[in-house]
């Protein structure tokens, strides 16, 4: 999928989208509305600037990094370069926001505090998230470990450990405490 079809998954993505297309879809309101989200709301600028540097700068590092390092100076949100994010990446609260070198499904949500990414002391391994996530306020996911589609994972847990799909996880450390059905 390019770039393009990308970003416009992620802007389909936004409750302001929803809401604006509620009642009637017009074009020009719809890129006035890109334009508004882009400089309002960190979580989309985060979002798109770091697909723009992926499909700008697809084999040079060095321009990766820089790329990144003035995303992360615009958002307070910081993404790897490195990181394989899927369409739809939803940030409702954009704050204090750390993403690792992952790999993210499609449709997930991250709230504000959340740290994504290795275990010290060498970094190597890094999670793997699946689609349709949900990681509460405050979460904290660490190590080379799978996390199943259709996870809600609640505030302030803490995951070390493989979770199945489907299923519901709170704690410190995290308890799966249901496993909701397919819908």
Do not use: W
Not at 112 to 124: C, E, R, S, W
């Amino acid at each position: 999928m390019g770039s393009r079809n990308l970003i416009k998954e992620d802007f389909r993505r936004q409750l302001a989208y929803k809401r604006a297309n509620k009642y009637k879809k017009n074009h020009l309101r719809n890129y006035g509305l890109f334009i508004s989200l882009f400089f309002i709301d960190t979580g989309f600028r985060a979002v798109i600037l770091h697909r723009i540097c992926h499909s700008q700068c697809p084999n040079s590092k060095l321009r990766i990094y820089i790329a990144y390092f003035f995303y992360r100076l615009l958002t307070s949100i910081e993404i790897s370069p490195r990181a394989e994010i899927g369409t739809g990446l939803y940030f409702p609260h954009p704050q204090c926001v750390v993403i690792g070198n992952i790999k993210l499904g499609k449709n997930c949500t991250v709230y504000q505090g959340v740290t994504i990414g290795a275990k010290l002391p060498f970094h190597k391994e890094y999670p793997k998230i699946g689609n349709n996530a949900y990681i509460g306020a405050g979460s904290t996911i660490l190590g080379g470990i799978t996390i199943g589609n259709n996870v809600t994972i609640g505030a302030k847990t803490m995951v070390l450990k493989d979770i199945p799909s489907n299923s519901i996880v709170i704690g410190n450390p995290a308890k799966i405490t249901e496993k909701t059905k397919k819908t």
